[in-house]
């Protein structure tokens, strides 16, 4: 079992910044990658950030040198950087852990970009 928790989400004018976060419990020794997604009401839910451990991160070409995923193996914790943030970045925001077979999901966070 993995239990994600993301926070770090709110309202921002367009060109902010903000810092996702999303702490991790459970079977964590276990979680090579994990990423960031988002979704929008009535649209997919896309991938916007993966982070493998030695093997680098990958980011959707919409967020590439605006967004920066990390992880914090001391704190169990994965973080989103956002900045120059665009009032299309507008979405909830789901950190992700696939382990066998299963992908764990948090509860999402909100993000709205608005002048």
């Known amino acids: 079992q993995v239990l994600l928790v993301e926070s770090g989400g709110g309202l921002v004018e367009p060109g902010g910044s903000l810092r996702l976060s999303c702490s991790m419990s459970?079977?964590?020794?276990?979680?090579?990658?994990v990423a960031w997604y988002r979704q929008v009401p009535g649209n997919q839910r896309e991938l916007v950030a993966l982070?493998?451990?030695?093997?680098?991160?990958n980011y959707a070409d919409s967020v590439k040198g605006r967004f920066t995923i990390s992880r914090d193996a001391a704190k169990n914790t994965v973080y989103l950087q956002m900045n120059s943030l665009k009032l299309e970045d507008t979405a909830v925001y789901y950190c992700?852990?696939?382990?066998?077979?299963?992908?764990?999901w948090g509860q999402g966070t909100q993000v709205t970009v608005s002048s």
């Open positions: 982070f493998t451990s030695g093997a680098g991160t």
């Open positions: 992700n852990a696939p382990l066998w077979g299963y992908d764990y």
């Open positions: 459970g079977r964590i020794f276990s979680i090579h990658t």
